[in-house]
């Protein structure tokens, strides 16, 4: 008995050695949602991107406005307070026609989309406007987010961000999936 009592002892002693390993493994496999790495791809881009020195926002801050609409306004408010790629802090705020000067990037869907906006936001000086709304580039966005077979990839309109005075670097351009 006593032996089959320190068989059962040393079962359970590597069961409970190995149980970390397994919660290891099993939070590895878990796979970050479609809208949070869009929300990561959204922040690096800050690093990609050379902005005139007049462009909205105050210099301590980076100012990211997100449309009410976006399927990314949660994972894009938990950036909320980070530190941006070039060690300004990220302020994230609702989007709202009124306050669009003050947005360095703008995170656009759904009727943001359409022409009144979109003529607001035409040819404004140092916004980088994005989304994920299929219809985007079209409507004169410049960096479209899509999912495609798992991965994330993302489209650049150039051309529209010239017009605002940003330079995407060529780096970033290299990786998009087009560029116009």
Known sequence: ????????????????????????????????????????????????????TDSPGGAKDWSLCVSAFSPLVRPLHALHGKEAPNGQQVRVRLFDPGNAQECRMLVLQ??????????????????????DDPTALRAGVMIGLVEQGGRIVFDVDNTAANRAGLTISSRLLRLARTVR
């Not at 881009?45 to 902005?51: A, N, R």
């Open 110 to 131: 759904g009727t943001d989309l359409e022409r009144p906006t979109q003529q607001l936001l035409h040819g404004r000086r140092g916004v980088l406007t994005l989304s």
């Open 1 to 52: 008995m006593p032996s089959m009592l320190l068989r059962v002892s040393w079962y359970l002693l590597l069961l409970l050695a190995c149980a970390p390993a397994w919660h290891r493994q099993a939070w590895a496999q878990q796979s970050v949602s479609e809208h949070d790495m869009k929300a990561a791809y959204i922040l690096n881009f800050i690093q990609f991107v050379e902005w005139p």
